[in-house]
């Protein structure tokens, strides 16, 4: 079974510090592969997708994220943080074949402080 | 507002009883999805659904809970005989029926179930 894994589970930061966020997932094939947020108090959004093509993948606010096939990661990435960014990041990988499931990491707290 | 909308938000149940959860989608979005969320974990997928047509099941999703879809419109999710294990966040998501890169799932704003 697919499993993803996220490496920290709560982050610390102070603003305009650059921020990366470590993924990695368990299959080798092809995959698609995103990350969501969770602002405090709002619904999981869409933060990027990887489907295919260019790996180097730009997302909403600045984000960005890099897919390495030969590491079986997908890191997220961000120059310089804002208080506005504290919120939970989810990785998150889709099943291969034409199945929909999607599989979650556990999630990593992100806090920027002022 | 023209989200996924989820209902009731918050259910406080004892142990041993029935709980029905509503999830109305985006009205165009033909698949609809069903997650849950326990303290510290993400998203745990549960089932999909195609229309009314029930696709995947996850092995989590146990003879007690069931889905329906029945005019591939709004789903519900029933779990039957709550335990205290079942306590967390259920969440839908619904999106396009299309594969590619420009299609996301939009998530609801989730049913916290606490079983006491």
């Known amino acids: 079974a697919q499993s993803v894994s996220q490496h920290n589970h709560h982050v610390i930061l102070s603003e305009a510090a650059s921020l990366e966020l470590g993924c990695n997932y368990s299959?080798?094939?092809?995959?698609?592969l995103f990350w969501y947020v969770q602002y405090p108090g709002q619904h999981l959004q869409l933060l990027l997708k990887?489907?295919?093509?260019?790996?180097l993948v730009k997302g909403i606010k600045g984000f960005e994220a890099e897919f390495i096939k030969s590491k079986f990661s997908f890191n997220l990435r961000k120059p310089s943080v804002q208080w506005s960014d504290t919120a939970e990041y989810f990785c998150a990988v889709k099943d291969p074949g034409g199945y929909q499931k999607v599989t979650f990491g556990t999630g990593t707290k992100l806090q920027v402080i002022p | 507002d023209t989200g996924v909308s989820q209902d009731p938000r918050h259910k406080i149940t004892k142990r041993g009883q029935n709980v029905t959860f509503r999830c109305d989608p985006i009205s165009e979005h033909n698949r609809l999805y069903w997650y849950r969320q326990t303290l510290g974990q993400g998203p745990e997928f549960l089932t999909y659904?195609?229309?009314?047509?029930?696709?995947?099941k996850s092995r989590l999703l146990s003879d007690r809970f069931s889905a329906e879809r029945p005019k591939g419109s709004f789903s519900t999710l029933e779990i039957q005989r709550t335990e205290q294990g079942d306590s967390a966040m259920y969440l839908c998501a619904s999106s396009l029926p299309y594969d590619t890169k420009d299609n996301e799932q939009f998530f609801g704003p989730g049913t916290r179930l606490t079983v006491l």
């Open positions: 659904f195609q229309n009314e047509a029930q696709l995947e």
């Open positions: 990887y489907f295919s093509g260019d790996p």
């Open positions: 299959y080798g094939g092809t995959v698609n």
